[in-house]
């Protein structure tokens, strides 16, 4: 089986608390902040290898992102994945879902014959689980997102996906686009010779004009969703000295708390 995985470098959650809205672009500031992997991504890429153990074959990474991401598309060579390819272009900046599913599904053309394709459910930073249905249409396939378990007996697959209220079972034939939720699995550790051996698993940049884009069909002014207005809240509070003797001041904090509806 050729299996493909598409991944994406979010900004790490340990680090929310710094990251900004630049108020002319009205993207993400993102600059100084650790890069990983999107955490459920990960299991989409354990998936693929427990698939690749069990059939054979192979299982590349695909993803949009910016050129210093190289590194943290390691890890998943570590984790067993035989070979990458970042699709990085300055044009591809601000895409949204649609030009994001865009670029992918071009970059998974290019690389050819795909019996499997699998994402991550939803991404950390934005969350819209947009993404897999979107790759599918693209690309012509039928396609699931929240999948829970995964099996596979050639030439079925059998799937669980999760929705509201419970789960639903289906079964399908090859190629499919699939999403992956947390509870599929739990991923490998990397290990010291995983990281080894991922220094020469190769890794391959596509741009803009090597997927044959359109640049009016990506980034911010390809994209359909548009940032509106920002808002900046003012974060205030007011505050006041009490003076006195501490019985007198203990009164005033009790007469404040009663007129704020604290107290009866």
Not at 70 to 92: H, I, N, P, Q
Not at 157 to 163: D, G, L, Q, S
Not at 179 to 204: D, F
Not at 221 to 247: M, W
Request: hydrophobic share 40%; charged share 20%.
């Amino acid at each position: 089986m050729n299996i493909a995985v598409c991944v994406k470098p979010v900004p790490d959650p340990g680090h929310y608390n710094r990251i900004n809205i630049n108020p002319e672009t009205k993207l993400l500031d993102r600059k100084g902040i650790p890069v990983i992997i999107n955490p459920v991504d990960k299991n989409a890429i354990e998936a693929a290898l427990q698939l690749k153990e069990q059939c054979g074959g192979k299982v590349v990474l695909v993803s949009m992102a910016p050129p210093d991401t190289v590194e943290t598309l390691k890890e998943a060579l570590a984790m067993g994945v035989d070979e990458a390819y970042l699709l990085s272009d300055r044009a591809f900046a601000g895409s949204d879902t649609l030009a994001t599913a865009k670029i992918l599904a071009a970059g998974l053309k290019k690389i050819g014959q795909l019996d499997l394709i699998l994402t991550g459910s939803e991404s950390a930073d934005s969350g819209t689980s947009h993404v897999p249905s979107q790759l599918g249409e693209l690309l012509g396939l039928p396609h699931l997102n929240h999948i829970t378990e995964l099996s596979l007996e050639l030439p079925v697959i059998k799937m669980k996906a999760k929705i509201e209220n419970g789960y639903v079972e289906y079964e399908g034939r090859l190629p499919m686009v699939l999403g992956v939720a947390r509870e599929i699995n739990t991923p490998r550790y990397t290990t010291l010779m995983g990281v080894v051996m991922a220094q020469n698993k190769p890794i391959t940049i596509w741009g803009l004009n090597d997927l044959g884009l359109d640049p009016a069909g990506t980034g911010l002014s390809g994209s359909p969703t548009q940032p509106g207005d920002l808002h900046f809240p003012r974060h205030g509070r007011k505050s006041e000295i009490l003076k006195g003797e501490p019985e007198a001041i203990a009164g005033k904090i009790i007469a404040i708390l009663r007129s704020a509806g604290v107290l009866a």
